[in-house]
């Protein structure tokens, strides 16, 4: 039942959690000081979601910038959602994967971009968006640490995932040349799963905070000597070329991305259900196993996938983050539960979260929000 492990590190500023799945280190990456630090920005309003006075942008301006400055912290101070469509918070600009996975999972939905994770999440809870879409972890890159901390430090619920096959391209702008190129920029999982292609063209690697917002840096100053690492669809958006298709360095490249809401849904057993749970555990050799040897585990001889971290476990608290297919309505996943707890076997700490989301059907809250999209389909 249980189908994926990760170990987290807290504190959050010392997050390390990794899941095994692939031996792809994330490449090292710099921020471009180029770029205003938005991240310390507390200052506008919504209404210049939809202002093309963008500083950066502005100068330097082409037709590339009509499209709505991403949701910054402040804004969601000063803001309400009108209620009209469902608004579903991304992070990103336009042409992130990270739209297309809110778009694929809610089609009708008004997709609200957001600069920083933590935008989005705070943008659903101040009731600006009916929901967040969050990547989670990737099948090349691994874990999206950031937002499996701003998970626990937020008090939204997981109300579906959607998984969203990755293709990246290589873009540029037209006239340029694959040989003209000496960097690439893109967000630091989409340069990772990417690694053995840039190594063999020979670019060397810039980390920005999404993919489209390098093919938007590339197109809105005109470069030449770099290209980036983005979606076919951000390349329309921002008016480059595609100097190469599919060069992820594996073509099954799978981001899964979570579906945040104020709501929790409750547990059913009609749908296919799968349940999260967030724990930390005593210190002590084998507790993990111990903790997940639930004699209840249906499929126990699946093997689960685990991540450990040799360096120094004695100097850090470990969270381990675990997705079992059932709901908390069945009795096997309450007796997985009750297990995990049972105060004879001590060594789990305490058991921070539980979210509970279906797998199989689009949460009936975004329908009645939406209207009539019945043969919406969450899932892959
Ligand atoms: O940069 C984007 O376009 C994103 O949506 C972010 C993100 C990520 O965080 O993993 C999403 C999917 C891809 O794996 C690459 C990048």
């Not at 002590?284 to 685990?306: M, T, W």
Request: net charge negative.
């Amino acid at each position: 039942m249980a189908t994926a492990t990760s170990i987290v590190r807290s504190p959050a500023a010392l997050l390390f959690a990794k899941v095994t799945v692939s031996d792809h280190k994330p490449t090292p990456t710099i921020q471009i000081s180029r770029f205003p630090s938005k991240r310390s920005c507390f200052t506008a309003l919504l209404s210049s979601l939809h202002d093309n006075n963008d500083d950066d942008d502005n100068n330097n301006n082409n037709n590339v910038i009509s499209h709505p400055k991403p949701l910054s912290s402040s804004q969601l101070f000063n803001s309400v959602s009108n209620g009209s469509r469902l608004r579903v918070a991304y992070q990103g600009v336009r042409g992130a994967y990270s739209e297309a996975a809110a778009e694929k999972a809610y089609p009708n939905c008004e997709t609200v971009p957001c600069d920083q994770f933590d935008s989005a999440f705070q943008a659903v809870e101040k009731w600006l968006v009916d929901r967040a879409v969050l990547p989670i972890e990737n099948s090349l890159g691994g874990s999206i640490h950031r937002n499996y901390d701003l998970l626990l430090r937020h008090s939204l619920h997981i109300v579906g995932e959607v998984k969203l096959a990755v293709q990246h391209c290589l873009v540029a702008n037209h006239g340029v040349q694959l040989e003209d190129l000496s960097r690439v920029l893109s967000h630091p999982q989409a340069l990772a799963q990417c690694e053995n292609t840039l190594t063999k063209i020979g670019l060397s690697r810039e980390a920005v905070d999404d993919t489209a917002l390098a093919a938007k840096h590339v197109a809105l100053h005109k470069l030449k000597d770099t290209g980036a690492v983005a979606s076919s669809s951000a390349a329309k958006i921002y008016g480059l070329n595609i100097l190469a298709q599919n060069i992820q360095d594996d073509c099954d490249n799978v981001t899964r991305f979570l579906i945040l809401a104020r709501e929790p849904i409750i547990p059913g057993i009609q749908n296919p259900f799968k349940t999260s749970i967030v724990f930390s555990l005593e210190e002590g050799p084998g507790v993990l196993f111990k903790a997940l040897a639930i004699e209840s585990r249906p499929l126990r001889n699946q093997p689960l996938r685990a991540a450990d971290d040799n360096n120094g476990s004695k100097y850090f608290d470990y969270l381990f983050y675990v997705d079992f297919e059932a709901s908390m309505a069945e009795e096997r996943a309450q007796n997985a539960l009750r297990h995990l707890k049972d105060p004879g076997r001590v060594f789990v700490i305490e058991i921070r979260h539980w979210f509970g989301f279906e797998t199989a059907a689009v949460d009936s809250q975004a329908i009645a929000l939406q209207g009539n999209v019945g043969n919406v389909s969450l899932w892959l």
